[in-house]
């Protein structure tokens, strides 16, 4: 499975972007979709995550700004980025995972977010 992160780029602080990803299958619905970032330096850390179900889960810092959705027909995962801050400068990268018995776990290549001030 394949996943292709794209939305990514330059934006002033308090401006939007959104961040598609699009799974490479489409004959099984992902358990779970979600969005990571790593600042250089740093370690990588989750952003939001949503279930097939529509269940959603947000970092702390970023409640309220950014918005996690998705597509099961189409695996696709998207995440609205509003009000954005220099401090969400960061490469974002997708994952997907799930399984029960047979758990699966693959990686986009990253899309990179710059806010400037």
């Known amino acids: 499975v394949q996943l292709q992160a794209s939305g990514g780029g330059l934006v002033q602080a308090g401006g939007s972007l959104r961040l598609s990803c699009a799974a490479s299958?489409?004959?099984?619905?992902?358990?779970?979709m979600g969005w990571h970032r790593r600042v250089p330096g740093k370690e990588r850390e989750p952003v939001a995550n949503?279930?097939?179900?529509?269940?959603?889960d947000y970092a702390e810092s970023v409640k309220g700004r950014f918005t996690i959705a998705r597509d099961n027909a189409e695996n696709t995962v998207y995440l609205q980025m509003n009000s954005l801050k220099p401090e969400d400068t960061a490469v974002y990268y997708c994952?997907?995972?799930?399984?029960?018995?047979?758990?699966?776990?693959?990686w986009g290549q990253g899309t990179l977010v710059t806010v400037s001030s």
């Open positions: 299958v489409t004959f099984f619905t992902i358990d779970n």
């Open positions: 949503i279930t097939n179900l529509g269940g959603t």
């Open positions: 994952n997907a995972w799930g399984g029960t018995g047979y758990p699966y776990s693959f």
